[in-house]
């Protein structure tokens, strides 16, 4: 069983910064990928970013120039976000891909955190 933990949730002013932090626990395998979603009332939860341990990177398009991923290890994922606006308002979701030995092969399985809440204010 993994577990993820976010931390770095609060709020800014429109043109401030905020970093998340996601760090997980269990069995950790050192290949995976880690990365954010996020959500707001009403709406699909949507891809921010992730990252596998390998460094292969991926940014929503419309984010990219603003916001950062970045891993210091296998079981830790950041999030700076930049330039924020109150569309970035939402709850930010830390996500996991994990390979879990199922007793026959791995299988990968995806977890997520209990959510952070992000406020921009205009």
């Known amino acids: 069983q993994v577990q993820l933990v976010e931390s770095g949730g609060g709020t800014v002013q429109s043109g401030g910064s905020l970093r998340l932090s996601c760090v997980a626990s269990?069995?950790?395998?050192?290949?995976?990928?880690m990365g954010w979603y996020r959500q707001t009332p009403g709406k699909q939860r949507e891809f921010v970013a992730g990252?596998?341990?390998?460094?292969?990177t991926n940014v929503a398009e419309p984010l990219k120039g603003r916001f950062t991923i970045s891993r210091d290890d296998a079981k830790t994922v950041a999030l700076q976000m930049d330039s924020l606006v109150s569309e970035d308002t939402a709850v930010y979701y830390c996500?996991?891909?994990?390979?879990?030995?199922?007793?026959?092969?791995?299988?990968?399985?995806?977890?997520w955190g209990q959510g952070t809440q992000v406020t921009v204010s205009s």
């Open positions: 996500h996991g891909r994990f390979p879990i030995w199922s007793g026959l092969n791995y299988t990968l399985v995806d977890y």
């Open positions: 269990g069995k950790i395998y050192s290949i995976n990928t």
């Open positions: 990252q596998t341990t390998t460094g292969t």
